[in-house]
């Protein structure tokens, strides 16, 4: 089985930003040689993309996507489409085909709503990472036992619902994007004190002194892009997860992590779009890759409890401690 080395070796750790108890260290290096594509916000505003329910009754785990644009569309893994009969997020990244109409798989983020409020959707944040982490892990499992990238729609609900009620957020239909609205004080907070650092096309980010989730994209110019977008769900995680007692971030463990996630083993899966959906799991980390023309477009890597112990009524874990990759075992 493949592994991503050839994708995270040329990536450095840079000096960690931090605000509050979230701390985001910037991964940079050469460029991969992929393809060129839109992201789906540019996509939409240019009116090159329109993404809408797949008929008057609509499906929830799938959204139609019509491109006329002339190059590809990337829409990322946990990216909120906001609108139509309820708020989705995609289940993985999706590279769509030139001028192409491509069924999107997406799961529900607004479970007391099925109605029209808009004919079509537009472009939300990226979801907290806790939230993706989850839904990663489902859609492995369902890759494995019937070949499509379905989530656990009941898990989803479960995290929206305790992502509500961390925040002290309150929404009539249960809808993540209620959070956002009324926490845009403190998310901005974060969004100010958290600058894009120049060249980086990746980020290490951790809660406190854990570990949450690796995001890397082809081109710095991507992560530039979906910045805000990103750290506004890295924000809601942190904000969740705001404990007293929590010891400052070390930046001992970043190149650590990328030294363990070129070794994991990873299996491949059609991807919807272009290319193909990379899934891996090993005993303390999982994710996925979107691998198209030899280039890894977009990379996000997540911590595991190989315990299975259950999150604390807080939401906590002991969490797993990243150890140095000559003492685990290559990823199964």
Not at 22 to 51: K, N, Q
Not at 95 to 110: A, N
Not at 200 to 225: E, P, S
Request: proline share 9%.
């Amino acid at each position: 089985m493949p592994t991503l080395e050839p994708f995270v070796t040329p990536l450095k750790a840079g000096d960690p930003l931090t605000h509050a108890n979230l701390t985001l260290v910037p991964l940079a290096g050469e460029e991969g040689h992929g393809p060129d594509y839109l992201l789906a916000a540019e996509a939409l505003d240019a009116g090159l993309l329109t993404v809408t329910e797949t008929s008057e009754s609509g499906t929830v785990p799938e959204l139609l996507a019509t491109s006329t644009a002339e190059t590809p569309i990337l829409l990322l893994d946990g990216e909120e489409l906001v609108g139509a009969k309820q708020n989705r997020i995609l289940n993985t990244g999706v590279l769509l085909p030139p001028t192409s109409k491509t069924r999107i798989p997406v799961s529900c983020v607004e479970q007391g709503r099925w109605r029209h409020v808009a004919p079509d959707f537009k472009t939300g944040t990226v979801s907290p990472s806790r939230m993706r982490a989850r839904k990663s892990r489902d859609v492995h499992c369902s890759l494995r036992a019937c070949g499509r990238p379905q989530s656990d729609q009941a898990g989803v609900w479960d995290e929206v619902e305790a992502e509500l009620g961390r925040l002290g957020a309150a929404s009539p239909t249960m809808a993540m994007h209620d959070a956002i609205r009324q926490r845009e004080g403190d998310l901005d907070a974060f969004l100010q004190g958290l600058a894009y650092p120049a060249e980086a096309r990746g980020v290490f980010v951790a809660i406190g002194n854990r570990f949450a989730v690796v995001d890397v994209f082809d081109k710095a110019a991507t992560l530039r892009k979906v910045w805000p977008r990103l750290v506004t769900g890295y924000a809601l995680d942190a904000l969740g997860r705001r404990r007293p007692e929590d010891a400052a971030f070390e930046p001992k463990g970043p190149q650590a992590v990328l030294e363990w996630l070129g070794q994991v083993a990873c299996e491949p899966y059609p991807s919807p779009g272009l290319g193909e959906d990379w899934r891996f799991e090993a005993d303390d980390l999982a994710g996925h890759a979107l691998v198209a023309d030899r280039a890894c477009v977009a990379l996000s890597a997540f911590p595991t409890d190989p315990a299975g112990r259950r999150s604390q009524p807080d939401g906590e874990t002991d969490g797993p401690r990243i150890q140095p990759p000559s003492r685990r075992r290559r990823g199964r």
